[in-house]
């Protein structure tokens, strides 16, 4: 009778891990370089993603130092499926299906810093905000779609669906308030969300998140 109670417990508590959870003003925080620590996000696409927005706040004093991911989303078909990541000395790296673009970083790069990039499938326009402000437009991908399949990872970069990390790409520091959706946002609304706003976000949505967490990973009030 013990042991079945043991095993209901552990059951209740693995289920809250990979439960909706409200993450409003926090954070997930990476305290140290690793190969393990990262946050697998949980979402179901019923089609194809032929647009999106992503946005969040990220906060790391890695900038000056080396590369590192933000946001991961890979296929089993494309590991680089979106990918935005920071390479050491060339701004930020926007990638869809595989194929890259570069915006150049406005300023300060070791504060809280809050970015939005969205891309569709009919211009292949790709945009990047910083902090509410635009960078100038970039082609990319035009008349492409992304898997729905999808791993979607925090903390580190994929070089393989849900695998193959790299301790010398990970973020070190907070990452928070991230949100997705199936369209792009319009410059109001994405400075809406710069101050505060959601726009019921129907991809990710921080105020409920399923999301698993392995290795060294810290859930902490923001910073921002």
């Known amino acids: 009778m013990e042991r079945l109670l043991w095993c209901f417990l552990v059951l209740i508590s693995f289920s809250s891990v990979l439960g909706q959870t409200d993450l409003h003003k926090k954070a997930f925080v990476f305290p140290k370089e690793s190969d393990n620590s990262y946050v697998s996000l949980k979402t179901q696409l019923k089609t194809p993603l032929t647009a999106f927005t992503v946005c969040l706040y990220f906060y790391t004093e890695l900038a000056p130092i080396r590369d590192y991911s933000i946001f991961s989303y890979a296929t089993k078909e494309q590991y680089n499926e979106i990918l935005l990541f920071w390479p050491k000395g060339k701004g930020y790296s926007f990638s869809v299906r595989g194929r890259e673009v570069l915006?150049?970083?406005?300023?300060?790069?070791?504060a809280p810093t809050h970015i939005c990039a969205t891309w569709e499938s009919a211009s292949g326009i790709a945009e990047l905000w910083v902090n509410g402000k635009?960078?100038?437009?970039?082609?990319?991908?035009?008349?492409?779609?992304l898997g729905t399949d999808a791993s979607i990872i925090l903390g580190q970069e994929q070089d393989a669906f849900?695998?193959?990390?790299?301790?010398?790409?990970?973020?070190?520091?907070?990452?928070?308030?991230?949100?997705?959706?199936d369209f792009v946002l319009s410059p109001e609304e994405i400075?809406?969300?710069?101050?505060?706003?959601?726009?019921?976000?129907?991809?990710?949505?921080?105020?409920?998140?399923?999301?698993?967490?392995?290795?060294?990973?810290?859930?902490?009030?923001?910073?921002?």
């Open 134 to 145: 635009p960078r100038v437009r970039k082609s990319l991908q035009k008349g492409a779609s």
């Open 191 to 224: 400075n809406a969300v710069y101050t505060g706003g959601t726009f019921s976000p129907n991809v990710l949505y921080w105020e409920e998140l399923n999301y698993e967490a392995n290795g060294e990973v810290f859930v902490k009030p923001q910073l921002w």
């Open 162 to 181: 849900a695998g193959a990390f790299d301790r010398n790409q990970c973020l070190v520091g907070d990452i928070g308030d991230v949100n997705m959706w």
């Open 103 to 110: 915006f150049q970083s406005p300023g300060n790069t070791d």
